[in-house]
Nanobody, 120 residues
Framework: QVQLVESGGGLVQPGGSLRLACATS????????MSWYRQAPGKERELVAA????????SYVDSVKGRFTISRDNAKNTVYLQMNSLKPEDTAVYYC?????????????WGQGTQVTVSS
C-alpha cells in the first residue's frame, strides 16, 4: 500500500520558517523523483521544488529560489521542504509527489497535502 503523508504545515508569521516533511512507504523511494507542489485558493497547482535527477539535481520555481530548499533522506524514505523568509503569497496547500518513469509507463503518487498559512 503506497502512502505519502505530509506534515509540518501550520500558521506562521511573514518572515518565519517551516519545514515540511513527506514520509513515504509502499514503493522504492530511492528510485523515485520527488517534488513539492502547492495550490492556493482559486489557483492552479504549481510545481514549487523538485529533484530533477536521482543524483540530487534540483529545480525551483522563481518565486521561492533562495528561500526554499528541497532535500531527501533515502534511509528514512522522506522528502523535506525547508521554507524560510515566508511570505503571505506562500499560503497554500502543499503536496508531495513521487514520480518514476520507465520506457513503458510513468508512475506517480501524491500525498494528501498540508496547509501552510503565512499571516500576521
Amino acid at each position: 500500500q503506497v502512502q505519502l503523508v505530509e506534515s509540518g504545515g501550520g500558521l506562521v508569521q511573514p518572515g518565519g520558517s517551516l519545514r515540511l516533511a513527506c514520509a513515504t512507504s509502499g514503493f522504492p523511494f530511492s528510485t523515485y523523483l520527488m517534488s513539492w507542489y502547492r495550490q492556493a485558493p482559486g489557483k492552479e497547482r504549481e510545481l514549487v521544488a523538485a529533484f530533477t535527477t536521482l543524483g540530487g539535481s534540483t529545480s525551483y520555481v522563481d518565486s521561492v529560489k533562495g528561500r526554499f530548499t528541497i532535500s531527501r533522506d533515502n534511509a528514512k524514505n522522506t522528502v523535506y521542504l525547508q521554507m524560510n523568509s515566508l511570505k503571505p503569497e506562500d499560503t497554500a496547500v502543499y503536496y508531495c509527489k513521487a514520480r518514476a518513469r520507465t520506457l513503458l509507463k510513468v508512475t506517480e503518487y501524491w500525498g494528501q497535502g498540508t496547509q501552510v498559512t503565512v499571516s500576521s
